[in-house]
C-alpha cells in the first residue's frame, strides 16, 4: 500500500498568513494526488485534483503543487473560513490512501 | 443539481451486518464509480472500496475482504454497502463518493454524500 504522510499534523496560524502542509507518499505516484477540506461535522470538499489543479469554485488563494513524491498545499493569506482540517489522498493504485490529515486552528 | 442522498443512522449489535443505500441524482449514473469512505470518531479518512455502477466491478480493501459488499440498482441510480460481522471498531460515519472520471477509475471524488452514522454497540 502507498503511504501519505501529512506534515505537521497540526497547525496554528493567524488571519492573513500564508500557510503550507505537506504529503510526502511513500513511492511514486506521478500527479495522482488530490487535497481536501474538512469541517466539522460536514463531508470534505474537493480543492485540488491531479496535484496542482484548481477545482472550480475554490478561492486561487489555494494551490498545489508536488515535487517527485512530495506534494504542497499552499493557502496564501488565510481566511477565517479556511480552518479545518486538510487530507491528500492518492488514487494511483488500490488501495486508495489518505494522509493522516492536518488540523489548522486558529491562533 | 448533482447529489448523493444517503439512508439515515443505523445502530447495530456486534456480529450483526449492516447495509447503508446511496441514491445518485443529477447526472448519468453509470458514467462515474462511487466510492465509500469512512471516519471513526475524531479520526482521519479510510477507503473502503468503490464500485463502477455501469458493469457492477468492485473493487475492495483488503481489511475488508470477506465482509464488505458493494452492490447497484441501475434501475433507482443507487448504490449498497453492506458490511457484516460489526465490531465495535467499525462504529464511524460513512461516505459515498462520486469519482471525477467519467467511465474509468480513479481521479479524486467531487461529489461527497451527507455521510451515515453507523453504530455498533450491545
Known amino acids: 500500500d502507498i503511504q501519505l504522510t501529512q506534515s505537521p499534523s497540526f497547525l496554528s496560524a493567524s488571519v492573513g498568513d500564508r500557510v503550507t502542509i505537506t504529503c510526502r507518499a511513500s513511492q511514486g505516484i506521478s500527479n495522482h494526488l488530490a487535497w481536501y477540506q474538512q469541517k466539522p461535522g460536514k463531508a470534505p470538499k474537493l480543492l485540488i485534483n491531479v496535484a496542482s489543479s484548481l477545482q472550480s469554485g475554490v478561492p486561487p488563494r489555494f494551490s498545489g503543487s508536488a515535487s517527485g513524491t512530495e506534494f504542497t498545499l499552499t493557502i496564501s493569506s488565510m481566511q477565517p473560513e479556511d480552518f479545518a482540517a486538510y487530507f491528500c489522498q492518492q488514487f494511483h493504485s488500490f488501495p486508495i490512501t489518505f494522509g493522516q490529515g492536518t488540523r489548522l486552528e486558529i491562533k | 443539481q448533482v447529489q448523493l442522498v444517503q439512508s439515515g443512522a443505523e445502530v447495530e449489535k456486534p456480529g450483526a451486518s449492516v447495509k447503508v443505500s446511496c441514491k445518485a441524482s443529477g447526472y448519468t449514473f453509470t458514467n462515474n464509480h462511487l466510492h465509500w469512505v469512512r471516519q471513526a470518531p475524531g479520526q482521519g479518512l479510510e477507503w473502503m472500496g468503490r464500485i463502477d455502477p455501469s458493469g457492477g466491478g468492485t473493487t475492495y480493501a483488503q481489511k475488508f475482504q470477506g465482509r464488505l459488499t458493494m452492490t447497484r440498482d441501475t434501475s433507482t441510480s443507487t448504490v449498497h454497502m453492506e458490511l457484516s460481522s460489526l465490531r465495535s471498531e467499525d462504529t464511524a460515519r460513512y461516505y459515498c463518493?462520486?469519482?471525477?472520471?467519467?467511465?474509468?477509475?480513479?481521479?479524486?471524488?467531487?461529489?461527497w454524500g451527507q455521510g451515515t452514522t453507523v453504530t455498533v454497540s450491545s
Open positions: 463518493a462520486r469519482d471525477v472520471f467519467i467511465g474509468t477509475c480513479c481521479k479524486g471524488v467531487d461529489v
